[in-house]
């Protein structure tokens, strides 16, 4: 048993160690030098690329509120590029409407990422698809602009591995994480307010899309809570899916158990009041089980990410993010195979040979 073990803890190391991330390692700001940290405290810009998506709306309205000064410390988005996803058509037709909004708040909307850059501090990634995200990212870790890249990180472990090696050469902050995981009830739960998560049922709209492994595209909101409260150390995933459902059950290393339920019909998958009726779940713990609570918007992850651009202190680990990458990943072999049991080791393996 304890030569497996080592052999599993091996082959993830190995991994890990290609994209430059230590498994002890709870994010980048530890090793970064004081220069670095003199990047992470100047400025105040913001710039976004992709307005494909809603998000880019909410985080402008917050931060350019002008009653909101003191709450994010003065940081304004100034300027974006529109570019964004050039062939899902969901996301790609909203581009021309966002664009004329998010010039009525003061934004300037520029021809390029090199443009961007040369105007703004701090990047906020939000093109809608998470094929383009290893390209976009890459210029902006080149420039040196600490940034954090909204869910999916990447539309691929491997790609996500990609991102963090080119951000740990460069020394340059980057985080990705769901808004889901600020949820307070489920933040509060991880924190030990039941004493120790002994496992979790997640749920969460999980619509598909053609062009993105089927948990990347939305299902990573339910599935980032799941991990919010059991952390790492997911070694085997299984899923059974329909066309309405998909249930996912991972074990962990130490024999905890999470599910996540993804839903593509009635209510909870398509919308109506109320917006916390979409995403949830159940924490089992020492101490009593819990509800994770109410979606609480945009604005905890928001202050995060500010808080983020101000110290380089990264919020949510590489090796965290990596974690929910291969979970989905082998959720969508453990599909293909019908159901049975897909090791997350042989996702950061096949990872490994693609690099």
């Not at 030569?3 to 991330?21: D, K, M, P, V």
């Not at 350019?64 to 996803?85: D, H, M, Q, T």
Request: net charge positive.
């Amino acid at each position: 048993m304890r030569s497996e073990q080592n052999r599993r803890s091996f082959i993830r190391t190995s991994a890990l160690t290609a994209a430059g991330i230590g498994l002890g390692i709870n994010g980048f700001a530890e090793n970064l030098g004081p220069a670095s940290r003199q990047l992470f405290a100047g400025g105040t810009r913001v710039g976004i690329i992709g307005l494909d998506t809603s998000h880019c709306i909410a985080f402008t309205k917050a931060l350019n509120n002008p009653a909101a000064g003191i709450e994010f410390g003065g940081f304004k988005v100034l300027a974006a590029y529109p570019y964004g996803s050039r062939t899902i058509q969901s996301s790609f037709d909203r581009i021309a409407g966002f664009t004329v909004e998010m010039k009525t708040l003061g934004v300037e909307i520029t021809g390029s990422i090199a443009d961007l850059l040369k105007k703004v501090d701090f990047i906020l990634l939000e093109t809608n698809d998470g094929r383009l995200h290893l390209e976009q990212a890459l210029e902006v870790i080149k420039a040196g602009k600490p940034l954090f890249i909204d869910k999916p990180i990447a539309a691929s472990l491997a790609d996500a591995a990609a991102i963090f090696t080119a951000a740990k050469k460069a020394n340059v902050g980057v985080f990705s994480s769901s808004s889901l995981r600020y949820t307070s009830g489920a933040q509060e739960l991880a924190a030990g307010k039941l004493g120790k998560v002994l496992g979790a049922e997640t749920y969460s709209p999980c619509h598909l899309e053609s062009s993105h492994p089927d948990l990347f595209w939305y299902g990573i909101h339910g599935v980032e809570s799941l991990f919010t409260v059991m952390g790492t150390g997911c070694k085997e995933v299984v899923r059974v899916s329909t066309p309405e459902t998909d249930v996912v059950t991972g074990t962990w290393s130490d024999g905890r158990v999470g599910t996540f339920r993804g839903i593509r019909s009635g209510k909870s998958a398509y919308g109506g009041p109320p917006a916390s009726a979409l995403y949830g779940g159940t924490v089992f713990a020492e101490k009593g089980t819990a509800q994770i609570g109410e979606y609480a918007g945009y604005n905890p992850l928001l202050l995060r990410i500010i808080d983020f651009f101000k110290t380089g202190v990264v919020p949510v680990s590489a090796q965290e993010t990596l974690e929910i990458c291969a979970f989905m990943e082998a959720a969508d072999a453990s599909k293909k195979l019908g159901g049975i049991p897909v090791s997350l080791d042989s996702m950061f393996s096949k990872a490994l040979l693609k690099r």
